[in-house]
């Protein structure tokens, strides 16, 4: 069994520091819980779409419980949004933005720890997809809001090219740090044009046009 890159553990903690803040933002604005509630959701949103994927991986115990830094990122990076709770949100639109930083980063850091365990180009793809939405719906899932991933502008979307582009990369004899950025960056890019424009997935024949508003 390989060792996941330095590069994934990199892109990995980034991406937990990401969801860490807009996990705890959330929890502010949507929850108004205190200062244990916003560190936990924080918690939560920064490490479960990394621990789904690594119990699918059979790389246990995950690296969320034998790596320290990760307990310590997401925890920090959960006070930080509360402690700067008021700063933070005149960077509108804050939540939004760390949503996307942690969305891209963790689908390629997803994608490279899958390719590091042997995993398949598919499988690969999927679980950097899935490390990418798994923090961000239990985060919903726990405030009470339809998750993200099932109503707004293009969320799976972005980390599944994300995510296929560090995969595509490294089966074609490419893959290294350069191509994880370039696969975080279009990610990081297709999800605030889906934002912007306000542009969703298609729906149902008939359905009427997706409702893409963040809740």
């Known amino acids: 069994m390989s060792t996941p890159s330095t590069t994934a553990l990199v892109l990995d903690l980034a991406g937990t520091f990401a969801f860490a803040l807009n996990g705890a933002l959330t929890a502010v604005r949507a929850a108004r819980l205190d200062i244990v509630g ?43 949004a509360f402690a700067l709770t008021r700063q933070l949100e005149r960077l509108s639109p804050a939540i939004t933005v760390f949503d996307a930083l942690g969305l891209s980063l963790f689908a390629v850091a997803g994608a490279d720890r899958a390719l590091a365990f042997g995993a398949g180009t598919g499988q690969a793809i999927l679980l950097g997809t899935i490390t990418a939405v798994g923090g961000g719906t239990l985060r919903d899932v726990l ?73």
Request: glycine share 18%; with cysteine; aromatic share 6%.
């Open 143 to 215: 405030v009470r809001r339809v998750p993200t991933v099932l109503r707004s502008e293009l969320y799976a979307v972005p980390a599944l090219v994300g995510a296929g582009v560090v995969v595509i990369a490294d089966r074609v004899g490419i893959g290294g740090p350069t191509w994880a950025l370039v696969g975080a960056g279009i990610c990081f890019l297709v999800r605030m044009l889906g934002v912007g424009f306000r542009l969703n997935a298609p729906g149902p024949p008939g359905s009427g046009p997706g409702r893409g508003d963040e809740g």
């Open 38 to 80: 916003v560190v936990t959701l924080g918690m939560i949103t920064a490490l479960g779409g990394g621990i789904l994927r690594d119990v699918l991986l059979g790389a246990l115990p995950p690296a969320t419980f034998s790596d320290w830094r990760y307990l310590v990122v997401a925890a920090v990076g959960g006070l930080i």
